[in-house]
């Protein structure tokens, strides 16, 4: 990779540190966030996708007490930072920006094993490898220069060392077609790289994918079921059967993940 690529993305992620710090954005992002926020947060926690996610990656953690994790994109701490702060032999969380990892450290001082820096994941002043396991949740995404990042992250593991990610994805028409349509407006669009098909045939090439799973699929057509007239219970047993007909189908059939908006994945270092 050469030095123009990697320099353009420090540049890039230089503004992005800004943006996280100062939380700025014009108003069609901020109707985005909203109704990310509210409607799809809302279904995935209605449907118990949220928390389902959040306990398959804790089976993925595995045993810590040995292991060396790297928290990346963590800002001020996610579900599991804390858990993998007090559980793991050595626990670093990294993130661009210095209000999120001031507020985070604050959550470690307990912890001797424990630190949160500010720093770049891909400059040279992050010397920190040899990770056992690395968490980014909703993080991968924000680096446009795919091959960069799968660079940085096979540098960065340790021999069969294991990443667990969460990242949105565009593979689904309708999903593609209302981004395409939101890009030109959008605050953070310049690290904001849903995955697209190439980007997970890259992903599926350079490390071994243990498993996947994808959400809101037939799921996201939930917030229709919503708006019939309807028992609340019928309604919710609908979205379940159809997030479990996600959850289950995407892990052997890429032509069904590809229908998700969102997936989780488990890989290692070949």
């Not at 947060?41 to 928390?51: A, M, P, S, Y």
């Amino acid at each position: 990779m050469s030095n123009s690529d990697l320099n353009k993305t420090l540049e890039v992620n230089k503004k992005q540190a800004v943006f996280y710090n100062t939380k700025k954005k014009n108003l069609p992002t901020k109707i985005w966030s909203n109704i990310r926020e509210k409607t799809l947060k809302g279904i995935r926690r209605e449907l118990n996708i949220l928390q389902g996610s959040y306990n398959l990656h804790k089976s993925w953690f595995g045993d810590l007490k040995d292991k060396k994790v790297l928290d990346l994109g963590c800002f001020s701490g996610n579900y599991h930072s804390l858990f993998l702060a007090e559980n793991s032999k050595q626990y670093i969380g990294l993130d661009l920006s210095e209000s999120g990892i001031n507020r985070l450290n604050k959550k470690l001082e307990h912890l001797p094993n424990a630190k949160a820096v500010v720093k770049d994941f891909l400059s040279e002043d992050f010397k920190e490898k040899d990770f056992d396991i690395i968490y980014a949740y909703g993080v991968l995404h924000h680096f446009e220069n795919v091959d960069l990042l799968i660079s940085k992250l096979n540098e960065k593991l340790a021999p069969k060392g294991r990443i667990i990610s969460y990242d949105p994805l565009e593979t689904s028409r309708p999903i593609w077609l209302i981004r395409k349509l939101y890009r030109p407006f959008q605050s953070d669009a310049a690290w904001e790289w849903p995955f697209n098909r190439k980007t997970l045939k890259k992903l599926d090439s350079n490390f071994n994918i243990l498993e996947k799973r994808g959400v809101l699929g037939h799921a996201k057509w939930y917030f229709i079921v919503n708006l019939l007239p309807l028992p609340k219970k019928t309604k919710v047993n609908i979205g379940k059967k159809w997030h479990k007909k996600d959850w289950e189908k995407s892990n052997a059939s890429m032509s069904h993940l590809y229908k998700c908006m969102q997936l989780t994945m488990h890989m290692q270092k070949k």
